[in-house]
């Protein structure tokens, strides 16, 4: 099982970002996935997820009208597209699985899989 995000990059004030993470491994696409981030100094905290059907939560106020997951089952793959980026939005951002639940959660901990983490840093 793997997890493979990519996207991540600088990127000024205002400018937009697609996250993507490649999914392979598992028998069928019936999981749960989620991004998370991760601030320098700060504890990782939950962006948004998606279930199996496509359904999506976002975690924060902040993000609901700036951020949109998706997921291309047939590409096995998950997206985050970031508009109108702010420099707080600066983290390491992480891809999830949670293979037992088809709705997800915010709840990191229910997460088994993990991809590597892609940086995103936003200039002022």
């Known amino acids: 099982v793997q997890l493979q995000a990519s996207g991540g990059g600088l990127v000024q004030t205002g400018g937009s970002l697609k996250l993507s993470c490649v999914v392979s491994?598992?028998?069928?696409?019936?999981?749960?996935a989620a991004w998370f981030r991760q601030a320098s100094g700060k504890a990782r905290e939950g962006v948004s997820c998606?279930?199996?059907?496509?359904?999506?939560?976002y975690f924060a106020d902040s993000m609901k009208g700036r951020f949109t997951i998706s997921r291309d089952n047939a590409n096995n793959s998950v997206y985050l597209q970031m508009n109108s980026l702010k420099p707080e939005d600066t983290a390491v951002y992480y891809c999830?699985?949670?293979?037992?639940?088809?709705?997800?959660?915010?709840?990191?901990?229910?997460?088994?899989?993990w991809g590597q983490g892609t940086k995103v840093t936003v200039s002022s």
């Open positions: 999830a699985v949670d293979w037992t639940r088809v709705i997800c959660s915010r709840n990191l901990w229910n997460y088994d899989y």
């Open positions: 491994g598992f028998p069928s696409d019936n999981y749960s």
């Open positions: 998606i279930n199996s059907s496509g359904g999506s939560t």
